[in-house]
């Protein structure tokens, strides 16, 4: 069997104090009291007839959110050790079992949600439920398997100390949302993984698993009557339970601050900047959506035309929407020299400046829709796509009807919408910017720069989430730079070449 998959853990934060493994998982909040078992989950099917193929998707909510405090990594670890034994069956037997059926299971852990994956055969769809079931519902938890899991992600956690683009990113995430369940690590810390026991994780699970707060979906060769029949005769074993429920999160609003994660001897920088807005579920989501397809979506974005066609500073830029309970993360980034770092990131700031300013044009605004209504198609092209988009956008507390009438409502946006959603939404007084690269490169240029943030330099483990720096405000940070124009000429190489920083004297 292959090794199941985990998301890389987020927002690592290594130096927290060890953590007793008496720590109530009834301590979190969102989850209700054990009911009567007996209940069938919600059940999801998209049905194509070609290929004779099944996609399984098991959602389990609460994702990274459900894990108690101190126990951080509790979920990713719990769920990738069910996969190493259950139902009676150690990890050798259930290995082969999914062998046998030509089934590679696998796991994916984010701060909503978990989700059981694994495609089979249609004829083999039966017994492939059957061992999923136990796996969700009957784990044993050995503890030989339990400390090989806690190994695999120990060892994850120092691998993410070289990665500089994960690092920005976990620095963002953890600044954020500090002080709540989003700030903490999904993949949890060195104290918090070696808190878990098998004990802890069997309670864990007896309250991940409430029929309210499970999908099942199913994709491919089968008509819900089928599917209806299967899941009732194997996977009926629940508590009547409502869904997990994450806290909301209260907005950032602390004025600019900028994270320098000092890499020695980095030729080359990581730069992630953030803000925050509203959810997927708000009324003004559709519309944030056509605005980030302008900024940095497509190749042929405002972030990629500036950052790396006109400049050469980047390889690539990028923006992203990311929902989160009561709010969404807003995200650019881009990975330049660390001589166009700075350059770069006041660039990147007053685009997003001139952008709240002056919104898009109605060209653009007719370009972001037909790119989002593609990608949307495209999205559904496949029964495992579709079935994926379905379970996210539950996870997302989305309409059930709202990938049937994205399109529709993509279409109804009006150029007077987005210029208001822009000028409310695009908060940039409270932007976080995480930079990972040589602070001996870095730290005085990024300390002057135009763009307005207070700085505070980390180290590889320091912990944004406890700083208490004060950010700038609007009054504190400089006038604004001029209006955006292409520079009149650039390097051969396109000016994203690496260079080597000179040896510390």
Same mark, same amino acid.
Request: net charge positive; proline share 9%; charged share 25%.
């Given at each position: 069997m292959k090794c #199941?998959?985990?998301?890389? #853990?987020?927002?690592?934060?290594?130096?927290l104090a060890w953590v007793a493994v008496t720590v109530s998982v009834a301590a979190v909040p969102g989850w209700a009291a054990k009911p009567k078992r007996g209940n069938v #989950?919600?059940?999801?099917?998209?049905?194509? #007839?070609?290929? +004779?193929?099944?996609?399984?998707?098991?959602?389990?909510g609460g994702g990274a959110l459900a894990d108690p405090p101190g126990l951080e990594g509790l979920t990713a670890?719990?769920?990738?050790?069910?996969?190493?034994?259950?139902?009676?069956?150690?990890?050798?037997?259930?290995?082969?079992?999914?062998?046998?059926?030509?089934? *590679?299971?696998?796991?994916?852990?984010d701060k909503l949600g978990t989700t059981l994956q694994a495609d089979v055969a249609a004829e083999n769809l039966e017994k492939c439920l059957e061992l999923l079931a136990d796996v969700l519902l009957h784990p044993t938890f050995e503890p030989p398997q339990v400390e090989a899991v806690r190994d695999e992600m120990l060892a994850d956690l120092e691998h993410l100390q070289d990665d500089d683009g994960a690092l920005a990113t976990d620095a963002?995430?953890?600044?954020?949302?500090?002080?709540?369940?989003?700030?903490?690590?999904s993949g949890g810390t060195k104290a918090s993984l070696q808190a878990i026991t098998a004990a802890s994780l069997a309670t864990w699970h007896a309250k991940q698993i409430a029929?309210?707060?499970?999908?099942?979906?199913?994709?491919?060769?089968?008509?819900?009557?089928?599917?209806?029949?299967?899941?009732? +005769? %194997?996977?009926?074993?629940?508590?009547?339970?409502?869904?997990?429920?994450?806290?909301?999160?209260?907005?950032?609003?602390?004025?600019?601050?900028l994270l320098l994660i000092d890499k020695p001897r980095r030729a080359q920088a990581q730069v992630v900047l953030a803000l925050q807005t509203v959810p997927a579920n708000h009324r003004d989501a559709l519309p944030l959506l056509l605005v980030n397809a302008v900024l940095g979506g497509p190749f042929t974005s405002r972030l990629n035309r500036e950052i790396r066609e006109l400049r050469g500073w980047s390889y690539g830029a990028w923006s992203s929407l990311a929902g989160a309970p009561g709010l969404a993360t807003w995200a650019l980034g881009f990975a330049p020299n660390a001589r166009d770092a700075v350059p770069a990131i006041e660039l990147?700031?007053?685009?997003?400046?001139?952008?709240?300013?002056?919104?898009?044009?109605?060209?653009?605004?007719?370009?972001?829709? &037909?790119?989002?209504?593609?990608a949307h198609r495209l999205g559904l092209?496949?029964? @495992?796509?579709?079935?994926?988009?379905? %379970?996210?956008?539950?996870?997302?507390?989305?309409? @059930?009807? @709202?990938?049937d009438t994205f399109e529709k409502r993509i279409e109804a946006v009006d150029h007077k919408t987005v210029q208001r959603v822009v000028r409310e939404r695009l908060q940039h007084d409270n932007l976080v910017a995480a930079v990972v690269g040589s602070g001996k490169a870095l730290r005085d240029k990024l300390a002057a720069t135009t763009a307005g943030f207070a700085l505070e330099?980390? &180290?590889?483990?320091?912990?944004?989430?406890?700083?208490? *720096?004060?950010?700038?405000?609007?009054?504190?940070?400089?006038?604004?730079?001029?209006?955006?124009?292409?520079?009149?000429t650039q390097d051969d190489d396109g000016g994203a070449g690496m260079e080597e920083e000179p040896d510390e004297p």
């Open positions: #199941p998959k985990r998301v890389r #853990p987020a927002a690592v934060a290594l130096l #989950p919600h059940l999801l099917v998209v049905s194509r #007839p070609w290929p +004779k193929l099944i996609s399984v998707r098991i959602l389990i670890l719990g769920w990738s050790a069910a996969l190493r034994g259950a139902g009676g069956r150690g990890r050798q037997a259930l290995a082969e079992a999914f062998d046998a059926l030509g089934v *590679q299971p696998g796991v994916g852990i963002i995430g953890r600044y954020l949302y500090r002080g709540t369940l989003l700030g903490r690590p029929a309210g707060n499970v999908h099942i979906g199913l994709a491919g060769a089968i008509e819900r009557p089928q599917a209806e029949v299967l899941v009732r +005769k %194997l996977l009926d074993d629940f508590p009547a339970g409502p869904a997990f429920k994450p806290p909301a999160s209260k907005a950032d609003d602390s004025g600019r601050r990147a700031v007053q685009i997003l400046e001139e952008l709240r300013r002056d919104g898009i044009s109605p060209a653009e605004l007719r370009f972001a829709k &037909d790119y989002l209504i593609g092209e496949t029964a @495992d796509r579709e079935l994926a988009e379905r %379970l996210r956008a539950s996870e997302l507390g989305l309409a @059930d009807d @709202d990938i330099v980390l &180290d590889p483990g320091g912990l944004p989430e406890q700083t208490a *720096q004060k950010g700038l405000s609007p009054a504190q940070r400089p006038a604004p730079a001029a209006t955006l124009s292409a520079p009149a």
